[in-house]
């Protein structure tokens, strides 16, 4: 049995599939906007301080690549 979480991701992932490319990159970047905004909004911080936050735990736990190890 299918769960309406699963019907509204296959929904989602197939709209964005059916986006063209710029499309898709403008989604995301106001996708990381709406977050900025979010986390600023919900721990009294400026969005700048939420941004650098955000960037800093996407970096969180990863490895360098290769070419920068040497």
């Known amino acids: 049995m299918r769960s309406v979480a699963d019907q509204l991701r296959e929904e989602s992932l197939r709209s964005v599939l059916a986006m063209d490319p710029y499309a898709r990159i403008e989604l995301a970047l106001r996708l990381g906007d709406e977050d900025a905004k979010l986390l600023a909004a ?4 400026p969005e700048l301080d939420a941004r650098r936050e955000l960037a800093g735990r996407r970096q969180a736990g990863r490895r360098p690549s290769l070419s920068k190890q040497r």
């Open 42 to 45: 919900a721990r009294a911080i």
